[in-house]
């Protein structure tokens, strides 16, 4: 049974780009969950994805963005990228939307 | 005020003690409550999943939740320095909400 797999590690975008992100969920997980965390501090909720539909979303602006693929993989689409951008974004899978959450290394954004 | 609040520490024992890290929850309706262990410039990792009120054990660790004060407890017995790392409590559902993580040093 393989974990939650994310990618890139990390990556370097400039203020105004476009970046996305992508998780693979674990194994028979069919819930996908995204997470900021910024330095020092707990990771925030983004959005939920149950079977390819959003189910839930924090408080990010729309310019944050994803999608669930009939996989249950996902991607996080984050546009005309900010200063305050720059964390660690992760992803978690879970077998239903409210169940234990599994969490993949993270990526790393670094916005300059 | 915070839905879960949590004192980010530093907490520094020496190895062998007994470790007790605590949060608050403003919302007496959650239910689902969770610690995660998070390594330096890594994803955090399950470490205790509890409902409603009571005690649970796993090992080394027992998570406790106390409803009438809504205080969340996860306490360690004979730390290790391997445990060094920064502890989240969350509460559980969908929408997991975190405290801030309590950075602990164990030293050897």
């Known amino acids: 049974e393989t974990g939650v797999t994310q990618s890139p590690t990390h990556l370097i975008k400039t203020r105004g780009q476009q970046v996305t992100l992508r998780c693979s969920s674990q194994?028979?997980?069919?819930?996908v969950s995204w997470y900021q965390q910024a330095l020092g501090q707990g990771p925030q909720f983004i959005f939920q994805?149950?079977?390819?539909?959003?189910?839930g979303r924090g408080n990010f602006p729309p310019r944050f963005s994803g999608l669930q693929f009939p996989n249950y993989s996902s991607e996080l689409n984050v546009n005309a990228l900010e200063l305050d951008d720059s964390a660690l974004y992760l992803c978690?899978?879970?077998?239903?939307?409210?169940?234990?959450?599994?969490f993949g290394p993270g990526t790393r954004l670094t916005v300059l | 005020q915070k839905e879960v609040e949590q004192d980010p520490g530093p907490l520094s024992v020496p190895e062998g003690a007994i470790v007790s890290l605590n949060c608050t929850y403003s919302?007496?309706?959650?239910?689902?409550f969770m610690w995660y262990r998070q390594y330096s410039r890594k994803g955090p990792e399950l470490l205790m999943y509890t409902y409603s009120s009571g005690n649970k054990e796993d090992g080394r660790f027992t998570a406790q939740v106390d409803k009438s004060s809504k205080y969340i407890s996860l306490f360690i017995r004979d730390s290790q320095p391997s445990d060094s790392a920064t502890y989240l409590c969350?509460?559980?559902?969908?929408?997991?909400?975190f405290g801030a993580g309590t950075i602990l040093r164990v030293k050897s």
């Open positions: 978690a899978s879970s077998l239903s939307g409210v169940g234990e959450q599994f």
């Open positions: 969350a509460k559980g559902g969908n929408k997991l909400v």
């Open positions: 994805y149950y079977r390819e539909e959003e189910n």
């Open positions: 194994s028979g997980h069919n819930t």
């Open positions: 919302n007496s309706a959650f239910q689902y």
